[in-house]
């Protein structure tokens, strides 16, 4: 479902104003994770938005590893195609491994590592993708506003993973 109606993200007060949409959003929780389901549907999304760009970005920003749907390369691999971009989001938690309560503390940097090698492996792609890694959702908005900064300068252009921290 969408979440957040298309939005020209174009410069710092358009990403910021683009980001608390999304923080303000009710995160929706199920049993399963399609990733593969979320990038058809934003494939989608693409033909009904009206606007005509000369780059294309999916952001995928998820807890866990597809488990429902198709399989993911296969979708990703479509979005590659047509010329599309996926970046990834990898949001760490109790929940992403052994399906604990959300928020639980010592999110294990080893589960987090684990989560970002699979969006780098299986989610991302397309020219400049990256990954960010978050461990817990108290450094999303953090993340996310990072990663708009990034997509929108077009930096570099070859897929990397990179661990968010919150400034404290």
Request: aromatic letters at 8%.
């Amino acid at each position: 479902r969408l979440t957040v109606d298309w939005t020209v993200v174009s410069d710092e007060e358009s990403a910021g104003l683009f980001a608390a949409n999304i923080l303000a959003a009710k995160r929706p929780f199920g049993d399963r994770t399609s990733i593969s389901a979320g990038i058809d549907f934003s494939m989608r999304q693409f033909e009904l938005s009206g606007v005509t760009t000369d780059r294309r970005t999916i952001d995928v920003s998820g807890d866990g590893f597809n488990n429902a749907g198709r399989p993911v390369q296969s979708a990703r691999d479509e979005a590659l195609r047509a010329g599309i971009t996926i970046n990834g989001l990898a949001i760490a938690n109790s929940r992403s491994d052994a399906g604990g309560d959300i928020g639980a503390p010592n999110v294990s940097p080893r589960l987090a590592e684990r989560l970002g090698q699979y969006y780098t492996r299986f989610v991302i792609g397309g020219p400049g993708a990256f990954v960010m890694t978050v461990e817990g959702f108290d450094t999303f908005g953090f993340a996310i506003a990072n990663k708009l900064v990034r997509e929108i300068a077009l930096a570099p252009t070859r897929a990397t993973v990179q661990t968010a921290q919150a400034p404290y």
